[in-house]
């Protein structure tokens, strides 16, 4: 297995600092995010001292608080309905079962 993929890797939790770092709230799997938030998140360190991204990206800021208003409830209720009402394979179901009693009915 490769570097990312074998088991213990830190992948997942490299992406969702990444997605909260740049506030891609939609995309994030918030099954790590209690673990990502313990990183310096709005920092990069430069030889071993961190530093604020807003010093070289002015509004880095402002566009995160703007991005989280936009997506936080939206990227919540997503995580929410996939993984505890299982909506994807609910879909998938109901396209298996459902789609061939219409096809039937419609013929």
Do not use: C
């Not at 991005?67 to 929410?80: H, I, M, T």
């Amino acid at each position: 297995k490769g570097a990312s993929t074998r088991p213990g890797s830190k992948q997942e939790i490299d992406r969702t600092i990444i997605e909260l770092r740049y506030g891609i709230y939609d995309k994030i799997d918030y099954n790590h995010v209690a673990r990502a938030t313990t990183y310096a998140l709005h920092h990069v360190f430069i030889d071993g001292v961190p530093r604020p991204i807003e010093q070289f990206a002015p509004g880095y800021r402002e566009m995160v608080t703007e991005r989280l208003k936009e997506w936080k409830d939206k990227g919540v209720k997503k995580f929410a309905l996939g993984k505890v009402f299982k909506v994807r394979e609910l879909k998938a179901w109901a396209k298996g079962v459902i789609k061939p009693v219409y096809l039937k009915l419609k013929s």
